[in-house]
């Protein structure tokens, strides 16, 4: 069974930037082969995807952020990343990744907050 451990959120100021990383692991888990995405819930908010790579490295964005955010991986650490420049206060919520069809258990998420 795969888990997901979200890292990287905090408090920042509107325009700032922040990296999350989430690191992947599990037994008979071939992470390379998934395609896998970042999503976001705000509060009294449905969870959203925001972000989304292929295995083979094809990106895919929401309107919301697009241009402003990055996704990326590394298969040798089971690892997906967020970079996100430019923040806005909208921006802010509980960060979570998992497959990009969000079939996966959810993991703890880590919090984003933009505010001056």
């Known amino acids: 069974q795969v888990q997901f451990v979200e890292s990287g959120g905090g408090l920042v100021q509107p325009g700032g930037s922040l990296r999350l990383s989430c690191a992947a692991s599990g037994s008979v888990f071939r992470f390379s082969i998934y395609a896998m995405g970042w999503y976001r819930q705000a509060p009294g908010k449905q969870r959203e995807l925001v972000a989304s790579i292929t295995s083979g490295g094809s990106t895919n964005y929401a309107s919301a952020v697009k241009g402003r955010f990055t996704i990326s991986r590394d298969n040798a650490k089971n690892t997906v990343y967020l970079q996100m420049n430019v923040l806005k206060p909208e921006d802010t919520a509980v960060y979570y990744c998992?497959?990009?069809?969000?079939?996966?258990?959810w993991g703890q998420g880590t919090q984003v907050t933009v505010s001056s």
């Open positions: 998992n497959f990009r069809d969000g079939s996966a258990a």
